[in-house]
Nanobody, 116 residues
Framework: QVRVVQSEGASVQAGESVQLSCTAS????????MAWYRRAPGQQRELVAS???????TYSDSVKGRFTISRDNTKRTLYLDMNDLQSDDTAQYYC??????????WGQGIQVTVSS
């Protein structure tokens, strides 16, 4: 049985940092490509960052240089380190696991709110 659990959301001030995590079970974690998406109110879902099974990373232009995607296969956990957060980063954040680009498994989504 596949299980995907994201860490709790956060409410922070502009300029602060937050780490998101996504822990999964029920499949071969190390073989999977993974990603973080976000959806802001009234906007389409945006691919924020991705990492393939060979650890190649890509980032959207809006977060490049501020966000870092990483994974720990021994802990079966995907991370997103978000630095210098801005109000435009306010959104629901989702982890997506396995078989990009559509992905098989998704986290429940958590809210990140950045106040200026």
């Amino acid at each position: 049985q596949v299980r995907v659990v994201q860490s709790e959301g956060a409410s922070v001030q502009a300029g602060e940092s937050v780490q998101l995590s996504c822990t999964a079970s029920g499949f071969i974690f190390a073989d999977c490509g993974m990603a973080w998406y976000r959806r802001a109110p009234g906007q389409q879902r945006e691919l924020v960052a991705s990492m393939d099974f060979q650890w190649k990373r890509t980032y959207s232009d809006s977060v490049k240089g501020r966000f870092t995607i990483s994974r720990d296969n021994t802990k079966r956990t995907l991370y997103l380190d978000m630095n210098d957060l801005q109000s435009d980063d306010t959104a629901q954040y989702y982890c997506a696991l396995c078989r990009p680009p559509t992905y098989l498994y998704w986290g429940q989504g958590i809210q990140v709110t950045v106040s200026s």
